[in-house]
């Protein structure tokens, strides 16, 4: 069930980012390594620099936490597929 969860957590993170930054969906399984990458890092994130919880569920505050990690890893994606 967690990985349900992962998976569809994922799939919403990484298509609102990608329409955050660049306008446009990256396509169904990019969105979905995106939004699970930028969940990983978004939790990562709030554990270590901000001693909150990470992503703990499908929740708007998870969803918010993956979202903001989707939106860094999407930058950094982009910015690596230019160079």
């Known amino acids: 069930m967690a990985i349900l969860v992962w998976i569809i957590l994922g799939i919403v993170a990484g298509f609102v980012a990608s329409r955050i930054v660049n306008k446009r969906g990256e ?9 699970v990458v930028g969940g990983i890092v978004g939790g990562w994130i709030m554990e270590h620099f901000f001693h909150r919880a990470g992503v703990h569920g499908l ?3 998870s969803l918010a936490v ?3 990690g989707s939106v860094l890893v ?3 994606f982009h910015a690596l597929r230019r160079a």
């Open 27 to 35: 396509g169904l399984l990019t969105n979905l390594l995106l939004g």
């Open 59 to 61: 929740n708007l505050y």
């Open 66 to 68: 993956a979202v903001g």
């Open 74 to 76: 999407l930058i950094v």
